[in-house]
């Protein structure tokens, strides 16, 4: 999934649910990728991706900011950002939520083939649930996707 995507799609869920989000909240919006630096560790979809290291992750973040402000506000906004990414990706192909306890990720894949021609018809629109593994890479595809830019838009225009 492109970095806009992982970007926008949070954001604007959280522009519209939290009226309290601000513009002083948007740097938190890099704890959407933050997950996708993995490829540091030439594993993609991995470490980061996995709630073996995610969870330690969570209970810091929490911790610190209760100790030092005695109330949970940017972390939880930046968990939301942080666990908004692993569920993208578990709409896009899998992750791998015990790695490296096991190497095997899942998810769920939502083909939508439309058939053009004579007539326009639906061929398979089932969501259906597909496995895969850590693959080593080691760069982040920064390109972005219809998707992405749609997403982007959808919050400058909201
Ligand atoms: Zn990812």
């Known amino acids: 999934m492109d970095i806009l995507t992982h970007i926008f799609i949070p954001l604007t869920l959280i522009y519209v649910l939290r009226r309290d989000f601000k513009a002083k909240h948007f740097p938190l919006a890099l704890f959407t990728i933050l997950p ?4 540091l ?3 993609h979809r991995g470490l980061l991706h996995s709630i073996i290291l995610l969870a330690p992750i969570s209970a810091l973040t929490l911790l610190v900011e209760y100790a030092i402000k005695r ?3 940017y972390s939880l906004i930046a968990l939301f950002f942080l666990y908004s990414h692993i569920i993208l990706d578990f709409l896009a192909g899998g992750v791998p939520l015990l790695y490296p ?3 095997q990720g899942v998810g769920i894949e939502f083909p939508f083939i439309v058939r053009l021609g004579g007539s326009i018809s639906i061929v398979d629109a089932t969501p259906r649930l597909v496995y895969n593994y850590p693959q080593p890479i080691h760069e982040i595809d920064a390109s972005p996707s219809g998707f992405g830019i749609a997403s982007s838009l959808m919050l400058h225009l909201g």
């Open 41 to 43: 560790t030439g594993i």
């Open 101 to 103: 306890i096991i190497n």
């Open 36 to 39: 996708d630096f993995d490829v």
């Open 71 to 73: 109330r949970l506000k």
